[in-house]
């Protein structure tokens, strides 16, 4: 790699946190009354807000490229302070989604609080989905391609391994995954994130959860 080259990568590495930075506050200037909230906002390319109800956005918050949000009439969405939302995610409240401050939704999930009727006669005259809250607590990581559907709660500071289905309730400090996702194990205070291992290699393996090992501290 030439010097030019890498000279280029930099400059524009450098200013693609700039860029976000004026495209979430042009979005703030461009919908008042909309976003409340939204101090050090970060909108990536191709962002799309769909907002009839309420948005709620804490400070610091980063929405990556091509992620969507939806906020339907008298629904209510919130994110909390310095939320992370990765590329094509899509966020969907018809009634109510909450979303705690640090919290790390990766790429290509879906948060939504709704269903659809499933006879399909009654799908077919349907005018209002089915709803129930969705409650995420602070710190939560979500892996890639989790799905948390309508109802769902995850307790502060748990880990939702990628390619989950969550449909009920997670408690706190715990690693979780699978469809439905289920609790595989607490988190042990002593480990980091890095360093999470599940007893089970098969477990991990069909919840698409990675497993790296720690390195000896001698």
């Known amino acids: 790699m030439t010097l030019t080259t890498r000279l280029v990568k930099s400059l524009h590495n450098r200013a693609t946190p700039a860029a976000m930075r004026v495209r979430g506050l042009a979005r703030r200037m461009l919908m008042p009354g909309v976003i409340r909230g939204g101090r050090g906002l970060c909108v990536g390319t191709n962002v799309a807000l769909m907002i009839y109800g309420d948005l709620e956005i804490g400070e610091g918050v980063t929405l990556s490229d091509g992620c969507s949000l939806q906020v339907g009439p008298r ?9 992370f939302v990765g590329r094509h995610s899509v966020l969907a409240a018809a009634e109510l989604i909450e979303i705690g401050s640090g919290t790390l939704v990766a790429e290509h999930c879906t948060i939504r609080d709704q269903n659809h009727q499933l006879e ?10 089915i709803t129930e809250p969705v409650h995420i607590a602070p710190s939560v990581w979500i892996g890639a391609g989790v799905r948390v559907l309508k109802g769902a709660s995850i307790g502060e500071g748990s880990v939702i391994a990628a390619n989950a289905v969550v449909t009920g309730e997670i408690p706190a400090r ?7 996702a289920r609790v595989f194990r607490p988190i042990s205070e002593s480990k980091q994130p890095c360093e999470l291992r599940v007893d089970s290699r098969k477990r991990a393996s069909s919840a698409g959860l990675a497993v790296i090992d720690a390195p000896d501290k001698r």
Do not use: W
């Open 75 to 83: 629904a209510r969405l919130v994110l909390g302070d310095h939320v």
């Open 174 to 180: 715990v690693i979780a995954g699978g469809i439905p």
């Open 120 to 129: 399909p006669e009654e799908r077919s005259r349907e005018v209002n989905a």
